[in-house]
């Protein structure tokens, strides 16, 4: 991205004009707000407020904007909404499902098992419905700590969702890990889909006995093919998972995409950064923190104000935590030249996203086994 006309953006607070003094960060509708917006939302056609709002010369419409100048969408009387949790073994697929259900990048994509950490949620915005999705982290049997708390977050957020949708990838026989997942939401209220994703991997024949194969592993309210990488079935999954909404208005504002604190996500695009190229040598042992996120306009909660030769750059400081010196050399490389090359990634991830330039601070330390340390496991955030 280049220009300085750019830096108006919804992932950061509405400070579209400099001389509006300090901004608040994005701010989610409560309860009450959500029922406002209901009714405000009589008359009100999608196209009258949005992203511009802050950009014109008139205050945004009140009755719709918020704080970001987002607005909840006008919705017939039977419009749905609700939450659906993409759950299945480590690589099937759910975080690019995720994305191309979304239309665009929310959550981080690997080809190496549990890369992540965190639910990601991305919100599917629908004429007819609004699907707030929830992206949990690989569901396996835990081996460390790590896996045990991964687990009882995975449960946490089932047992609160509309809808589930069970990914199995069309390429990979059913193996034990998918049997003791259908097995574990036997139990839950929610219906599930079942998702046999990559479907583009095989042919014909062998999706249909892949389909045969996930009819008979339990009770699903459907059963939905899919390439996410194609964008093949991606609309037919969205309805059957909106047909399992209930009625509901929008619950989020129009052009919300994810409601991830802002760390988290810079933390998992420079994890993805981090980890492109040496998945093999570093596979579950790096963590990274945010420590540090500066705007030099000063409009930022928690901004130190303006640095000296900054420009308009927003500071961003993060650690690359490892287990073994052995690991920390792998990160940064000979000379410091894979380190250079994980900043330079991750900045244009991190720039994309914010949608302003960025200065990227990037330090590894070492932290010995912080997978199986309770207090390190807590101080990263676990
Ligand atoms: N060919 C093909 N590959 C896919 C498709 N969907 C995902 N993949 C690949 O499968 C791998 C795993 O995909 P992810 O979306 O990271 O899987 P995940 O289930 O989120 O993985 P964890 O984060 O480990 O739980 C990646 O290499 C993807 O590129 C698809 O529709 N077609």
Redesign the pocket.
Known sequence: MTGQSTENDNAEPADSTESTGPAEPIRFPSDAELMAGENALTGIRPTDVGAEGTDGEGPAPETTGDAAGLSLPACPESFRAGFACLI?R????????TNALVGTKV??????????RHNVRGVVHRGDAQIVLV?T??MHRPRTLLGKRLNDLVRETLTDVDVIAF?IPANERIGPGDRFIARDIAELRAPVVAVV?????VGREALASQLLAVDQLGDWADIVP?????GEQIDVLADVLAGHLPPSPPLYPTGEITDEPRDIMIAELVREAALEGVRDELPHSLAVIVDEVMDPRGTTPGSLGPVKGAGNRMQVRVSLVVERDSQKAIVIGKGGARLKEIGVRARRGIEDYLRRKVYLDLHVRTAKDWQSDPKALAKLGF
């Open positions: 299945g480590p690589n099937a697929g759910k975080s690019t499902l959550a981080i994509m690997s080809d190496r098992p549990q890369t992540t992206d982290p690989g990914c994703t990559k479907a583009d991997t899919v390439s996410a990488a194609r």
